[in-house]
């Protein structure tokens, strides 16, 4: 089956705020989040078993204190269910999401473009960043999602019949690192979202012409890992991975662009380079620090192809890095040049990617950085 509502999952006992963490790959140029949050959480959080993005320079003697904390975790750790969990986050910027954690058959998922499989990358996967997160998944017995499915549930289906089952509380508390609010409730009588998952994919047919269920928001190099993972060394348990399945419509979730941060050496140089190589009848801005116009493709995919094939050649050759960034106020930063760039709005999302393919790498942002998905339940992957 696609999705599976009755697998086995292992909630954190005690305090949720005691055990959640944001997604490793948030806040990867910001080391100091990390190092305060350290200071922060207890013994036995779902910080000691994973890697922060920001700092993969130490892959090798990190993954080896994961695997010592991992083989240290108590056993009354983690209370083990069978169900799935119905979440509802309300994230420092006031919005509510909804969403239901449950297993996904990886053999219904493929990243590749193209792909007509049931669950599809929305994002382009970058196959040099698996490795790093395989040699993680290898070095644990659980595995921790912070994966987020979405649906074109614009029926409310499956949102509708997770609130509708009766529910049990299983975790309800703040989460450190200025996350928010979170509730977990167990639901044990699944049949009605089974029936809601048949429906979505029923829809899509209509909709787009093809059998979908999911499009990977977040997580997709994670959700591309355990797919490595289940065909190159698999265990009884990891042919499926679990992930948090929203409907794109939900009303706390929203859809922001990725914008792009060059550190150089010669600012003046690079818009001189920018301007010369990207032009088109559509307008952004830049930062250097102060906001300048530039003109860019009026498709707002071609801007991204067009603007990152710039960056990365200007880096390659003249030195410097590029980082990924919420929010104009990350965009001013001295040293280095803000680019800005245009969102795809989410109900534009599908119907692109079903006639396009798959969008390029850092296209869009589910939110902020603190409200992505927290790491809170497990499963068994050995």
Known sequence: MTVDFDDELKIPTGDVGDFAVVACDQFSSNPEYWNKLAAEMPPFSALDLILPECFLNESEKRIAVIKRAADCMPNDRFETYRGAVYVTRTTPYGRTRHGVVASVDLSDYDYRPGSDALIRASERTIEQRIPPRV?????????????????????????????????????????????????????????????????????????????????????????????????????????????????????????????????????????????????????????APEPLEIKVPSDKIQAIVQLDAFCEKYVADNGGAIEYVHGDAALKKQGHVGIAMRGIRKSELFEYVVKNGVLPKKTFSLGEAEEKRYYVECRKIK
């Open 135 to 287: 040699k993680i998944r290898e070095a644990l017995d659980i595995e921790l999602p912070h994966i987020m499915l979405l649906v074109d549930d614009r029926e409310k289906a499956l949102m509708r019949a997770c609130e509708n089952a009766k529910k049990t509380t299983v975790y309800d508390g703040l989460l450190k690192g200025n996350g928010g609010h979170i509730k977990g409730e167990l639901i044990t009588e699944t049949e009605p979202l089974y029936a809601a998952v048949e429906s979505v994919i029923c829809a899509s047919v209509k909709k787009f012409g093809t059998p979908l269920f999911a499009l990977v928001g977040d997580g997709n190099h994670s959700l591309a890992t355990a797919k490595f993972c289940s065909e190159n060394n698999p265990t009884p348990y990891n042919g499926r991975a679990l992930v948090e399945i929203v409907d794109v419509y939900d009303a706390g979730l929203v859809c922001e662009p990725i914008h792009r941060l060059v550190k150089t050496n010669d600012t003046a140089e690079f818009i001189s380079a920018l301007r010369a190589a990207v032009t088109g009848e559509a307008v952004t801005y830049i930062y």
